[in-house]
């Protein structure tokens, strides 16, 4: 198992139903990539203030390192990547196998 940690600082412009509609196109990868086991999509949520700035994230957790592997290039995983980056300032990746 491999989690994909997205983390996401919007843009101070970032339109509302842009960020919803990122997270249609991100929840519904689930359905369209083999190997994905779960997709999670929300705001961040901790009382420990030590978000910086990244107030949105996403976890893809893939069965296996190869699945993550082959989501990287899939045309559907690149349809998304233009939504990310109309509502992204900055983005942190972080992998974790399991």
Known sequence: M???VVLVT????AEPTSIEELERA???LGALIPGIADVRF??????EGLGR??????????VD???R??????PEHRRV???VDAVAREVLVFDLPG
């Open 2 to 4: 491999v989690l994909h």
């Open 53 to 62: 700035g990244y107030t949105l994230g996403f976890v893809v957790t893939f």
């Open 81 to 83: 990547v233009p939504l």
């Open 26 to 28: 991100i929840v519904a």
């Open 10 to 13: 919007p843009k101070d412009d």
């Open 65 to 67: 390192a190869e699945a």
């Open 42 to 47: 929300g705001a961040n949520d901790s009382p």
């Open 69 to 74: 592997d082959a989501y990287l290039p899939h």
